[in-house]
């Protein structure tokens, strides 16, 4: 599952982002934002992240864009990497090979050392990964140079032994809470959990 490839997939799949660790993994921190004039929040009526049709399940290798209720343009420009983060993130499980220049320039801190450290261990391992992910934005939260993203995910990868078996239990669905964080004009991903696993949520 992609989750625990970026301590985000609970020590499971894509989800291994940055929460997760071979002792049993970390706590998701608990995120206390102030209430500022300025903060905008959407997370109404969702409309496709693009004109294409959203489909039930994703191709392999692949993260395909569900629903996402980004509104205002920092909003669209910090969903915008958010989706690109996690294209990354899958893409990196399934080909077996990092491209560091592009995972810093979408993410920074654990959200991207996680993904990198949990590659290595797929790699000394000899696992692949299989399936693919369609990401929706449920909920966004702008304030100042920080944003903070939930996301609903469908997921259908599966980590594959040296053997050909799998080698942890697939996820169908996931859910996250992500920070991202504005340096200029570039936002970057610097957080990323779990937040539910395998509990249905809307994705198109």
């Known amino acids: 599952m992609v989750v625990a490839r970026v301590a985000v997939l609970a020590c499971v799949g894509v989800l ?17 934002l102030d209430e500022t004039p300025a903060a905008t929040e959407s997370g109404a009526a969702t409309e496709p992240a693009d004109d294409g049709a959203i489909p039930e399940d994703p191709l392999d290798g692949e993260v395909a864009r ?4 980004a509104a ?3 909003e669209q420009a910090a969903a915008e990497v958010w989706f690109s983060y996690w294209t990354e993130v899958v893409r990196m499980y399934h080909d077996g090979e990092a491209d560091r220049d592009a995972l810093y320039a979408l993410a920074d801190r654990d959200a991207a050392t996680g993904p990198l450290e949990y590659l290595e261990r797929m790699k000394s391992r000899g696992e692949t990964q299989t399936g693919g992910v369609v990401a ?3 909920k966004i939260r ?4 920080e ?7 469908r997921d259908t990868t599966v980590t594959l032994a040296r053997n050909g078996n799998p080698a942890e239990t697939g996820l169908s ?12 004009p570039d936002w970057r991903v610097v957080e990323a959990n779990t937040t539910s696993e395998n509990q249905e949520c809307d994705y198109r």
């Open 173 to 184: 669905f996931f859910t996250t809470k992500g920070t991202l964080v504005r340096e200029g």
């Open 142 to 145: 702008v304030t100042g140079d």
């Open 16 to 32: 291994a982002l940055t929460g997760c660790g071979d002792d049993g993994g970390s706590e998701a921190k608990t995120l206390t």
């Open 147 to 153: 944003a903070v993203v939930e996301g609903c995910f």
């Open 66 to 69: 569900g629903t996402s209720v």
């Open 72 to 74: 205002s343009p920092d």
């Open 136 to 138: 929706a934005i449920s």
